[in-house]
């Protein structure tokens, strides 16, 4: 049986901060819900906001800890195992990943989980904290479509757009279209050389 519960969690925590960080905050969310898999008896407990989101009522829910791949969808399926198997060997994890809920409506979720352990150092719990982060990545969807339509359009026409790093003393970006501008490929224009090579001679003076 779990022994010590409470102070097991709370040592586990502080032993792991740098991973779960200022993550733990997300217990005080209104969009966070929880769930726990007690190991020993292999039973799923839900939060009622959990409840809500699967659109169950108490007497349909199944504990069983098969019913959280389920909800899982199917293209996040094996990264989702992997982040099930990390928290069942002892290691706190954290994942954003989808899952499908009543009538097939997508959200995007962000896990982490929290194993606690026995007095034998053994993995006798594992207690979740959720978070629903749709909107948050659905702007950040957004944003990406729009930078990739922008990009798009630079790469159509003959202007180049480089940013040099001062401290590393690299360039961070260069656009496709100083290929098609000097004929050179993208990863020799990153180079430290590659402005003072193609300047013509008799322009180097200026």
């Known amino acids: 049986d779990c022994l010590s519960v409470e102070r097991s969690k709370r040592a586990l925590i502080i032993r792991n901060k740098e991973v779960v960080g200022s993550n733990m905050n997300l217990l005080y969310n209104t969009n966070t819900?929880?769930?726990?898999?007690?190991?020993?008896?292999?039973?799923?407990?839900?939060?009622?906001?959990?409840?809500?989101?699967?659109?169950?009522?108490?007497?349909?829910?199944?504990?069983?800890?098969?019913?959280l791949q389920e909800m899982v969808y199917s293209d996040d399926v094996p990264i989702f195992n992997e982040h099930m198997n990390k928290l069942y060997s002892g290691q706190i994890s954290s994942l954003e990943h989808r899952i499908l809920i009543e009538a097939n409506e997508l959200k995007w979720i962000q896990s982490i989980?929290?194993?606690?352990?026995?007095?034998?150092?053994?993995?006798?719990?594992?207690?979740?904290?959720?978070?629903?982060?749709?909107?948050?990545?659905?702007?950040?969807?957004?944003?990406?479509?729009?930078?990739?339509?922008?990009?798009?359009?630079?790469?159509?026409?003959?202007?180049?757009?480089?940013?040099?790093?001062?401290?590393?003393?690299?360039?961070?970006?260069?656009?496709?279209a100083i290929s098609k501008i000097t004929g050179y490929p993208i990863e020799k224009a990153k180079e430290i050389t590659f402005w003072s090579d193609i300047v013509h001679p008799e322009e180097k003076s200026i």
């Open 113 to 176: 989980g929290i194993p606690v352990l026995n007095q034998a150092n053994e993995v006798c719990r594992i207690d979740g904290v959720v978070l629903d982060i749709t909107e948050k990545r659905v702007v950040q969807e957004q944003v990406e479509s729009k930078l990739s339509l922008v990009q798009d359009m630079l790469d159509t026409i003959d202007v180049a757009i480089w940013s040099y790093d001062i401290t590393s003393q690299n360039v961070s970006y260069i656009s496709d």
């Open 33 to 67: 819900t929880t769930w726990s898999i007690n190991k020993k008896t292999n039973c799923l407990t839900l939060s009622d906001g959990f409840k809500r989101w699967m659109g169950y009522v108490n007497e349909e829910i199944v504990h069983h800890p098969d019913l």
